[in-house]
């Protein structure tokens, strides 16, 4: 697990910081959703969180955690009867690290991740279910970091992804894990040993449905306090064309043609936003930037045609949104301490339904994800029922 310990006063949680180091994940001692909860970088963020945080006492402390950057967060579902546990398949966050669970899109079967570590992910999910005699559904989050696998939480109870997982996987879990739960009462077993599942040839992307478009003036980042009020599931061949469906199931779908605003922060110009613009720019896109990221596009080669900020005169970002210029804005936060604050270009993406994205791994995703779309458009026939997916998964051996 990530260090970590427990505060009920500044000095302590300052104490705990210098030993730890930043960054931090901090959060009150009982939250649902992560209410509360808030990624802290330096000693001034942490004093401000633990003067705003209520009610902290010896009995309800804050909870202090090493926040691991740049980390591949995954998670597992399992069917368990107190001594066996059964676990259909390991979910793939797209989004790194410190997006809430719920708000982050997740891919089944996983795309990155080593084998080596869906074997521990499997393995500890197995020890910690038994160990802690649950009966019926479990879920556990994890973070892949410095190729090692660290626990994040273990929740005794079903989770929002089990119908995800049973559509994917063509496995009913609510319904294997209410009569494990019936013979436990009674006295029987069941049979957990025999339940498998073989290889899925297919994959199922969940992505998250946000209320942002009735909250106008909120900012719609994504951070560890959960955000989102439903989810939708794409099913095709390949991770880019589930990840297009999944898209056009939240009522935002990605274009396939216009022009890309490109606006991030100084830490995130780096070969992944390269990669990014490279790959929209073969897709046939147009490319605009803020002058920051237009320089650090056209040092590296890659065309673009810089936009006023709005603070910089007109016409500026709002104008071409506004517009209608703009098909996807692709823009990352400089952080809410940032005196440029750039929040006004995703409230005005929101106001004109332009489709946004605040993560270079979500950018990355919907550039797969257009580019599939586009190859998969020349072709004929190519819709499969649920029935014809499920009829694909190879028996295991």
């Known amino acids: 697990m990530p260090e970590s310990d427990m505060a009920i006063n500044l000095e302590e949680a300052l104490a705990i910081a ?34 705003n945080a209520v009610e902290v006492t010896p009995e309800r402390p804050i909870l202090i955690d090493r926040f691991l950057e740049n980390a591949i967060e995954a998670e597992a579902d399992a069917i368990t009867d107190g001594r066996d546990a059964f676990v259909p398949t390991v979910m793939e966050h797209i989004e790194l690290a410190g997006i809430h669970s719920g708000d982050s899109a997740c891919v089944i079967p996983p795309i990155s991740i080593a084998a080596k570590h869906i074997a521990t992910i499997v393995s500890y999910t197995k020890k910690i279910a038994t160990e802690l005699n649950v009966v019926g559904l479990m879920n556990m989050q994890y973070a892949i970091a410095d190729d090692k696998v660290y626990v994040l939480e273990a929740n005794p109870r079903a989770s929002r992804t089990v119908p995800l997982v049973s559509k994917v996987c063509n496995i009913s879990m609510a319904r294997i894990a209410t009569e494990i739960m019936l013979a436990n009462e009674t006295g029987g077993k069941f049979p957990i040993e025999s339940l498998s599942i073989g290889k899925i040839p297919y994959y199922g992307v969940k992505e998250a449905v946000f209320p942002f478009n009735m909250f106008q003036e909120v900012d719609p980042l994504l951070g560890p306090e959960m955000r989102s009020t ?16 999944a898209q056009e199931a939240t009522q935002s779908p990605l274009p396939t043609y216009g022009t890309v605003l ?83 270009i995703r409230k005005t993406a929101i106001k004109n339904k332009t489709p946004y994205i605040t993560t270079l791994a979500a950018a990355m995703a919907s550039a797969k994800g257009i580019a599939a779309y586009k190859e998969e458009h020349l072709k004929k026939n190519s819709l499969k029922s649920l029935q014809e997916y499920h009829a694909e998964i190879k028996p295991a051996k």
Do not use: W
């Not at 960054?23 to 330096?42: A, T």
């Not at 992944?272 to 897709?283: C, D, G, P």
């Open 18 to 51: 210098r030993r730890i180091g930043f960054p931090l994940m901090v959060r009150p001692s009982y939250v649902l959703g992560g209410r509360g909860m808030e990624i802290v970088h330096d000693e001034q963020m942490l004093s401000q969180y633990v003067k």
């Open 230 to 245: 439903g989810e939708v599931l794409g099913i095709a061949d390949s991770f880019g064309l589930a990840y297009f469906k």
């Open 262 to 344: 490109i606006s991030v922060s100084d830490r995130d110009k780096n070969e992944a936003i390269l990669e990014i613009a490279r790959e929209f720019n073969k897709l046939g896109f147009n490319i605009k930037a803020t002058e920051g990221t237009d320089h650090f596009l056209r040092e590296n080669g890659i065309p673009a045609q810089e936009i006023k900020k709005l603070h910089q005169g007109r016409p500026n970002i709002a104008d071409s949104i506004t517009n209608m210029e703009i098909a996807l804005v692709i823009n990352t936060p400089c952080g809410k301490l940032s005196k440029n604050d750039d929040s006004y």
